[in-house]
């Protein structure tokens, strides 16, 4: 009754706002936008190691990664009643992921990728 399926929605920011955590257990996914998107809500994560997520997400700092898929049922519940429980670690892991969030923004990213193309060039000139 605490679990809400709304379907596709377009304004996912007002679901963040009312999230405590994002669950993704994700078994592909090219690029985790979703999971910057949501810490930068200041959601700490849960998350498969998948599209990335080992590069921003701390286990226990600002989230947890799922280690394999095999136990996925069992260690999912165990991590969601840890943040049940934990309260105030939650909010200090949220308020974490937010600071990684932060990390990663627009200009960031399209700085980083310029120069990779950047390097791209410059090597095939040669």
Do not use: H
């Amino acid at each position: 009754e605490k679990v809400v399926f709304t379907g596709v929605q377009k304004a996912v920011e007002w679901f963040y706002a009312a999230s405590d955590v994002l669950v993704f257990p994700s078994f592909y996914e090219a690029s985790s936008l979703v999971l910057i998107e949501a810490m930068a809500s200041g959601l700490p994560v849960i998350a498969s190691r998948t599209g990335g997520a080992e590069d921003f997400i701390r286990d226990g700092r600002n989230g947890f990664l799922l280690s394999s898929f095999e136990n996925i049922v069992e260690e999912l519940s165990s991590k969601m009643e840890w943040f049940l429980r934990n309260r105030s670690r939650r909010q200090e892991m949220g308020e974490k992921a937010r600071e990684t969030a932060l990390a990663y923004s627009w200009d960031r990213v399209v700085r980083e990728t310029l120069a990779v193309y950047g390097q791209i060039l410059r090597t095939r000139e040669c």
